[in-house]
């Protein structure tokens, strides 16, 4: 046994990457991040590895494989399958007697530890936290620590389900049991700690809303307030007594305990007035309040130790019924199981309009993650009118710099846990078990995350192989986190039961959680106790009672009937027990249970079946595939589609009172820039055809190519999405720097033009959730994002390079304040923001020969707080010469600033007279204060869809944009990285006239 002595940097600064876990707490650390020394003796090699990282990047590193994404170097994986990689390091201690754990944060595929050569564990899990109790395998003096990885050991699926290959990520040809996959390696940090008394190896604050259910938004400091209920987790080497204290600027709290050896927990409740505390708001409602919390544990004897946790406070609700409703409020505060109206969120009181996009991994490689990137990733969501992300479940647990990010820039998450079928399913095991406590204890203290959910497309069924997410998965989440709203799947159609119809909040119903679906459509007796039979979703003489009480269940509705001798039947609603003098007149009442004590019946007929539920109330799709040249994801050949330009905007009743839909997933695939994408390909490679023959390609969705096309392995193909908007003529097969930027340009403005259609269509109705398939890409090449792969390696940005689209989100698609049209003069302005809103609306025919513009609709504005409130209005278009003219929607504030600015096209870029002109672009010599450079770009004539791009690290203020004659001036925002020299240098300009 030993106390060691550090011979790495303190936990703080864990990992070089700035993605450390909140560590174990104890005495003292160790952390051996950092060089590790690589073996594999069947390969006769032996260098050096980085730690956190992966294998893949350390031979890269070392120089062994070359850049492992450029063309289909991914696939030459003989190297790291063939052979069993072993990862050691050393430390030392001074032999002293004190008890020491040893923790991986995270280790990705199978994995065998040894310390001085005697076995400690197997790790088999990528997202559980292993820790091992080594004092007795400690020797004084130096210690070795090895991990060994042998892909023989089963993992049961226990890693990124997209490692090795999705439709938007590189496909190897290896696999474990139908999984695909890749890389490995101890991708977190590894550290020791020695405990004397008790170690903290999970604080785990959760934030629960002390008022009535909120329906208006709540003011600062005259709301409910807020309870913390915070559990410590702890180990400890013997039992001991001490004190638990929580402490904050809110207030504190203490409490004596005593703790087990092994594993306890413990809870304390900290009050949280609302005159002490200022609320987490979302992105554009107010500001991101965040408390620090301090927990302590302090022996009788010894010496305390501490860990810290950041809170904010709000509430939130999953509303899936009318609140808009008093009456619906007060009759369901206490009942049992989801609505089924549709799906929307309040915040602090306030309806939202959930938009935003699907976060998958921003890598394949652990080793080049970056805490800078995830920041800035999510800091280009918000800038873009983004206000929610959801972590897709076929991916990670992300690190905590990303969800710290969220919480300080406001942007709600949407979370599934890490399965997504197929080869990622789960297994009620203690293995997955474990997982799952450890994420949640590890994430529920960030504001930002609002809801979970089981899975990915995973529709869940009790009785068939998808009940266990409800029987396992989400019973675990519940049981580990009350304070946040849950959900089957995504998409699903909520709760039966386990659930608070008015928050989504788990419940602790004794029914458990019983997915929408699971009860049948029509009255049945369902339960038989010893004095009591029981009846689903009926009432008796609908409408009378002659008592009614609050109780606690249906079981004590009934122990009161017996009470009274003239209670022939008892129905229990909404938490509240009805007594009915008689059994006559049975009617379907949705949730309702009707109560017979022993001897009353016999029961009476079930009423008729009711009208089948509404139609889904979440979604996912449609999805714009790509088609045409034969690659991995397309083996169909070409299929065209409506490029719906224009639109079809039909009048719907829009609001929180009315039925709604939550878009959870739709998209549409696409390229990446000249500057993504030519770094990974060799010169002669430069085109979207590849020029070389095309693969043979069959198998499908994933399919299998033979031939020697690099391009083949790059997803899907962009054939049609550039046919259906520059036309047919288009020579795809031509390679060259010129032609692959032309090609790319199209590609990526024809997803913008396919999303921005398909979400304008979708605000006209009453959706309530706009979560665009896919936020970023993991590669540098094809996927569905708005936002290229964000490693800053070579012709890369940090947190990824802004395509077309999500430049667009920014001036128009994902704006507050929505103003678009349809080709017959149909056209829309709505109100998702959750303040009034007072303007202007401008609608402007914009002739494209000379940049005239004439007025169709200028008038001052109010309309109501959002989200949901829409006014409708005609325009008169038969005079608009589609090809000629184009539409300009711009809605303006009070202030007279641009909140919307939609150009609108009615007819396809194709299809466009854009003139001939040159369109020049002149950089400042010198930043501004703020450090933003000034761009001039200048042209004679109009200029449609003026694209800038640049190698230099940072974004425009705007992209992708209408010119009209004269100039305009933008600015370069810079990233971290970013170099004057760069921009100046790399700088360059594309438009519609000379991509047609």
């Known amino acids: 046994m030993a106390t060691l002595f550090s011979l790495a940097c303190i936990v703080a600064a864990a990992s070089g990457h700035g993605l450390a876990d909140h560590p174990v707490s104890g005495d003292q650390h160790i952390v051996p991040d950092g060089t590790w020394t690589l073996s594999a003796p069947t390969a006769q090699i032996q260098t050096t590895a980085e730690v956190p990282g992966d294998l893949i990047t350390d031979l890269e590193r070392v120089g062994l494989i070359p850049d492992p994404l450029f063309e289909d170097n991914f696939k030459n994986h003989t190297l790291w399958t063939s052979h069993a990689w072993t990862y050691t390091t050393t430390f030392a201690n001074d032999g002293k007697d004190v008890a020491t754990l040893l923790v991986f944060d995270g280790i990705k595929m199978g994995a065998s530890i040894a ?115 915070a559990y410590f987790h702890t180990w400890a080497p013997a039992a001991v007594t001490g004190t638990l204290r929580i402490q904050s600027v809110f207030g504190s709290t203490n409490q004596t305990v005593q703790l087990q050896k092994g594993n306890s927990t413990s809870n304390l409740t900290l009050a949280a007035d609302a005159s002490d505390i200022e609320l987490w708001w979302p992105t554009g409602v107010g500001s991101q309040a965040l408390y620090n919390l301090s927990f302590e544990f302090v022996p009788d004897n010894g010496t305390a130790v501490e860990t810290e946790r950041r809170v904010g406070f709000r509430t939130f609700a999953l509303v899936t019924g009318n609140d808009t409703d008093p009456n619906y409020v007060q009759k369901n505060k206490n009942a049992d199981g989801n609505d089924s109206q549709g799906m929307l969120w309040r915040v602090n009181g306030l309806v939202m309009l959930s938009k935003g996009a699907n976060m998958i991994p921003m890598e394949e490689l652990e080793g080049r993650m970056s805490a800078e990137a995830h920041w800035q990733l999510v800091a280009s969501s918000r800038d873009a009118g983004m206000n929610t992300l959801r972590v897709w479940g076929g991916g990670i647990f992300l690190p905590d710099a990303w969800y710290d990010a969220c919480d300080e820039l406001g942007i709600m998450v949407y979370h599934d846990m890490a399965y997504a079928q197929h080869a990622h399913s789960p297994s009620a095991d203690q293995t997955q078990e474990a997982e799952l406590r450890h994420q949640i204890r590890r994430l529920a203290h960030h504001p930002a995350i609002v809801m979970y959910d089981g899975c990915n497309e995973c529709k869940v069924v009790l009785g068939t192989p998808t009940g266990i997410y409800a029987t396992f998965v989400m019973t675990v989440v519940a049981q580990e986190d009350k304070s946040r709203a849950v959900w089957p799947s995504c998409p699903g159609q909520g709760w039966e039961a386990g659930v608070n119809r008015l928050t989504g909040l788990p419940n602790d119903s004794p029914k458990g959680l019983l997915p929408a679906g699971t009860k049948t459509d029509q009255a049945t007796p369902f339960r038989n106790a010893s004095t009591c039979t029981f009846q689903n979703n009926v009432d008796y003489n609908h409408g009378t009672h002659w008592i009614q009480n609050n109780t606690q269940d249906e079981h004590d509705c009934c122990a009161q009937c017996q009470a009274y001798d003239s209670c022939a039947v008892a129905v229990f609603y909404h938490g509240v027990c009805y007594f009915k003098q008689s059994n006559e007149r049975p009617v379907y009442t949705e949730g309702a249970v009707a109560c017979w004590p022993k001897g009353s019946g016999p029961i009476p007929p079930p009423p008729p079946t009711p009208p089948p539920r509404p139609s889904p109330i979440e979604t996912h799709g449609p999805y714009q595939l790509g088609s045409g040249f034969p690659t991995v994801n397309n083996d169909a050949g070409l299929s065209m589609f409506n490029p719906n330009i224009p639109i079809q905007i039909t009048p719907h009743l829009t609001g929180p009172q009315y039925n709604n839909v939550f878009a959870s997933e739709f998209g549409c695939i696409v390229m990446s820039s000249f500057e993504s994408m030519s770094a990974t390909l060799r010169l002669r490679h430069w085109g979207l055809h590849g020029g070389e023959a095309a693969d043979n390609c069959t198998g499908g969705f994933t399919s299998v190519c033979t031939g020697n096309n690099t391009m083949a392995q790059r997803n899907y193909p962009c054939d049609n999405v550039i046919y259906a908007y520059f036309g047919l003529h288009q020579d795809l097969n031509v390679v060259g720097e010129a032609a692959f930027k032309k090609q790319l340009y199209q590609c990526m403005i024809g997803q913008a033009l396919e999303i921005k259609s398909n979400v304008e269509t979708r605000r006209a109705s009453n959706q309530f959730g706009l979560i665009i398939w896919q936020l970023n890409e993991i590669w540098p090449t094809g996927g569905w994002g708005s936002l290229e792969y964000g490693t800053p390696v070579r012709g890369q940005v940090i947190g990824g390079r802004w395509k077309p689209l999500h430049y667009w989100y920014k001036s128009s ?168 020299t760069t921009l100046e240098r790399t700088l360059r300009l594309e438009h519609l006239a000379e991509m047609q």
Request: charged share 10%.
């Open 115 to 229: 310390l001085n050569g005697q076995p400690v564990g197997v790790a088999v899990d990528q997202f559980l936290r292993y820790q091992y109790d080594i004092t007795q395998l400690l020797l004084a003096g130096t210690n070795e620590l090895s991990v060994t990885f042998d892909f023989d050991i089963d993992v049961n699926g226990r890693f990124m389900a997209c490692t090795g290959g999705w439709n938007w990520a590189p496909y190897s040809d290896t696999s474990q049991h139908g999984a695909s996959t890749f890389s490995q390696g101890i991708w977190k940090s590894v550290y020791l700690v020695t405990v004397n008394s008790a170690a903290i190896t999970h604080a785990v604050p959760q934030v629960f809303y002390d008022g009535s259910f909120p329906t208006v938004k709540l003011k600062e400091h005259q709301h409910g307030g807020f309870t913390v209920k």
């Open 813 to 980: 698609i994902l704006t507050d304040v929505a103003v678009a049209c349809g080709g017959d003069g149909q056209c829309y302005i709505k109100n998702d923001s959750p303040f009034a809103f007072t303007g202007t609306v401008t609608i402007d025919a914009v002739t494209l020969s000379t940049g005239a513009t004439s007025s169709l609709y200028n008038k001052s504005i109010s309309m109501p707080t959002g989200a949901g409130v829409t006014s409708f209005l005609n325009l008169d278009l038969s005079r608009i010469n589609a090809s000629q003219q184009i539409l300009l929607a711009q809605a303006y504030n009070e202030s007279g600033l641009v909140v919307c600015h939609n150009v609108i096209p009615l007819l396809p870029p194709t299809n466009l007279s854009v003139p001939t002109t040159e369109v020049t672009a002149t950089l400042s010599s010198k930043a501004n204060p703020d450090g933003s450079v000034d761009i001039a770009v200048k042209s004679n004539q109009v200029a449609m869809y003026v694209v800038l791009t640049t190698t230099a690290q940072g974004r425009f203020s705007d992209n992708a944009f209408l010119l009209f004659p004269g100039t305009k001036v933008i600015q370069f925002i810079p990233f971290l990285g970013f170099n004057f």
